[in-house]
Structure formats: structure tokens, C-alpha cells
């Protein structure tokens, strides 16, 4: 979507390597959130950051950690991939009726 | 408790006809938020549809509709005029006001539309 930018679009890992998922937007909104997305279900919520330098927990955080460094970004972080970590992440920004979602990023943990 | 519920894993639909894709949701506030996105093979995520619980009427976009009914939990997508690009997956979620940071989401509907 316009205004939701992630990187990488694919990542391969190996168990116990580590990597982040950046996600930036420039559509000047406080709240930004991290979803997973697991084969045949929906969306579930990771982290996410009411506003700059704030982050707390949703229902899945087992495993990731996150930064909200300034407004722009908003980064998810795996210390030590495991296999049940493979899904596609989701960033997302608030405005009052919707969420924007960025396009994705498929990770797949070997 | 599943807070989204939706109950129909696929559903098939001839296009130019109309399709109801059904969402029940559950929740004990007052205020909430119930929202529809596609999502189609390419993955990305498309806002479709909001409507609010205090919302007097149902929300319509174009083709979209939403029909609300509170007493019954449930917010039914309705599509008319079906045409083979609304082939996807359609997401149904929920926003409460006491937790208005996170959307939860249904399990999704697969729908099918063919010429």
C-alpha cells in the first residue's frame, strides 16, 4: 500500500539466525503495529508502537522483539529464527477507521 | 472466545450476481469497530469497508456493502454484482474502544467468483 514500505519482500533463514524486518511509513501517523500471518488464517498482532519510542505486546510476541526509534520506522527483530516463526509479517499504520498495511514479508525459517 | 468468527471457508459466486459473506463477532463494549478487507492472491491487504457501533446506517463503498446488526453480533459483507477481480480472500476484524490499538481478525472466507 501507498505510504507502507517493508523490507525485505522474501527472506530465507536458517534455525538460530537472526534478522530484522524494517517497516517505514510516511503518512505521519502515530500508531504502527506488527501482524503475522499464518497459511489459511488471519492476521495476528506481534508488537505494536502507540507512538514514537513506545512499544507494547499483542497476542503473539513470543520470539521477536521491536524498536520504534523515531515516527518514521518501525523495525521487528528475530534474535534466534525457528521454523514456527515461517509466515508472511504484516506492518500496519493507524488512521481513525483503518489500518494500512504494508505489502509483506514472506519469511521462511529452514 | 473467538472474538471473529467467520463461518464460511469458501464460497462460490457467478459473476454479475450478489454474494453475503457472513462475520459474527463478540464483544462486551459498548463501542467497537468493525472493519472488511480483501485479500487477494498477490497478498497484499486492501481496506474495503468500516462501520462504526454507533453508526445509525450501514456503511456501503461502491459495490460493498455492510449489513449491521447489533442485536444479532453480526456484520455481513455484501458484494453485488460480482466480477472475476473480487476473487480472494475477505477478512473480517474487530476494534473495541477500551483496546483501540489492535484489530482482531476472523479466519477469513475464500470466495470464488466464475464467469
Known amino acids: 500500500n501507498a505510504g507502507v514500505t517493508q523490507t525485505p519482500k522474501f527472506q530465507v533463514l536458517k534455525t538460530g539466525q537472526s534478522m530484522t524486518l524494517q517497516c517505514a511509513q510516511d503518512m505521519n501517523h502515530n500508531s504502527m503495529y506488527w501482524y503475522r500471518q499464518d497459511p489459511g488464517m488471519g492476521l495476528r498482532l506481534i508488537y505494536y508502537s502507540a507512538s514514537e519510542g513506545t512499544t507494547d505486546k499483542g497476542e503473539v510476541p513470543n520470539g521477536y522483539n521491536v524498536s520504534r526509534l523515531n515516527k518514521r520506522e518501525f523495525s521487528l527483530r528475530l534474535e534466534s529464527a525457528a521454523p514456527s516463526q515461517t509466515s508472511v509479517y504484516f506492518c500496519a499504520i493507524d488512521s481513525k477507521h483503518e489500518q494500512f498495511f504494508g505489502p509483506g514479508t514472506r519469511l521462511t525459517v529452514l | 472466545a473467538q472474538k471473529i468468527t467467520q463461518t464460511q471457508p469458501g464460497m462460490f459466486v457467478q459473476e454479475k450476481e450478489a454474494v453475503t459473506l457472513d462475520c459474527t463477532y463478540d464483544t462486551s463494549d459498548p463501542s467497537y469497530g468493525l472493519f472488511w478487507y480483501k485479500q487477494p492472491s498477490s497478498g497484499e491487504m486492501i481496506f474495503l469497508i468500516y462501520?462504526?457501533?454507533?453508526?445509525?446506517q450501514n456503511a456501503t463503498e461502491g459495490r460493498y456493502s455492510l449489513n449491521f446488526q447489533k442485536a444479532r453480533k453480526s456484520a455481513n459483507l455484501v458484494i453485488s454484482a460480482s466480477q472475476l477481480g473480487d476473487s480472494a480472500m475477505y477478512f473480517c476484524?474487530?476494534?473495541?474502544?477500551?483496546?483501540?490499538?489492535?484489530?482482531?481478525f476472523g479466519t477469513g472466507t475464500r470466495l470464488q467468483v466464475f464467469p
Open positions: 462501520q462504526g457501533s454507533y453508526d445509525q
Open positions: 476484524a474487530m476494534r473495541e474502544a477500551y483496546n483501540t490499538d489492535k484489530l482482531i
